[in-house]
């Protein structure tokens, strides 16, 4: 299964491609969608789903796995992550990918078994799980692959409940 994780935000989108083979973890891609200060928030928007589009396009993912938003007390934030994750979601449903949608403290738990574990046990757990050579340098791409990575044990925990 080749999951595409997504981290969210109209400054920096962190992308992973995660390709799960049994018990075993590959990234196969990761990075930032970095947009600029000066551009509009159409533009952002436009830019983000542009380069989603692309990653979909190179890598043909069977499912996608975004983090919900998680509401802080930064309302203007709040508002244009989720018009972010709006046009995310817009992309990945054209494309036909099924997708599902985590919490921070879902993906924590899963991942580092504490909900509330911080951005360094998430990011050493990702290299332990991925089998990569050192922690991923962008915060942002770290925390897609965390998304993918929770994504793949809930699919397999929903396969076992099927069978």
Same mark, same amino acid.
């Given at each position: 299964?080749?999951?595409?994780?997504?981290?969210?935000?109209? &400054? /920096?989108?962190?992308?992973?491609?995660?390709?799960? @083979?049994?018990?075993?973890? +590959?990234?196969?891609? %990761?990075?930032?969608?970095?947009?600029?200060?000066?551009?509009?928030?159409?533009?952002?928007?436009?830019?983000?789903?542009?380069?989603?589009?692309?990653?979909?396009?190179?890598?043909?993912?069977?499912?996608?796995?975004?983090?919900?938003?998680?509401?802080?007390?930064?309302?203007?934030?709040?508002?244009?992550?989720?018009? &972010? /994750?709006?046009?995310?979601?817009?992309?990945?449903? @054209?494309?036909?990918?099924? +997708?599902?949608?985590? %919490?921070?403290?879902?993906?924590?738990?899963?991942?580092?078994?504490?909900?509330?574990?911080?951005?360094?046990?998430?990011?050493?757990?990702?290299?332990?799980?991925?089998?990569?050579?050192?922690?991923?340098?962008?915060?942002?791409?770290?925390?897609?692959?965390?998304?993918?990575?929770?994504?793949?044990?809930?699919?397999?925990?929903?396969?076992?409940?099927?069978?």
């Amino acid at each position: 299964m080749r999951i595409i994780g997504i981290d969210p935000g109209t &400054a /920096r989108t962190g992308y992973a491609i995660v390709e799960i @083979r049994g018990r075993d973890s +590959h990234v196969l891609d %990761l990075g930032c969608i970095t947009t600029e200060k000066t551009q509009t928030q159409a533009e952002k928007l436009l830019e983000i789903a542009s380069n989603i589009e692309e990653l979909i396009e190179k890598w043909h993912p069977d499912q996608a796995a975004i983090e919900r938003l998680f509401f802080s007390q930064n309302v203007t934030t709040a508002v244009t992550v989720a018009q &972010a /994750r709006g046009v995310i979601l817009e992309t990945i449903a @054209r494309r036909g990918i099924a +997708h599902s949608e985590y %919490l921070p403290r879902e993906i924590k738990l899963s991942v580092c078994g504490n909900g509330g574990a911080d951005k360094k046990a998430v990011q050493k757990m990702v290299q332990i799980l991925c089998n990569l050579k050192a922690i991923p340098q962008i915060d942002d791409a770290a925390d897609a692959i965390a998304v993918a990575l929770c994504h793949a044990q809930h699919s397999a925990y929903q396969q076992l409940l099927r069978t």
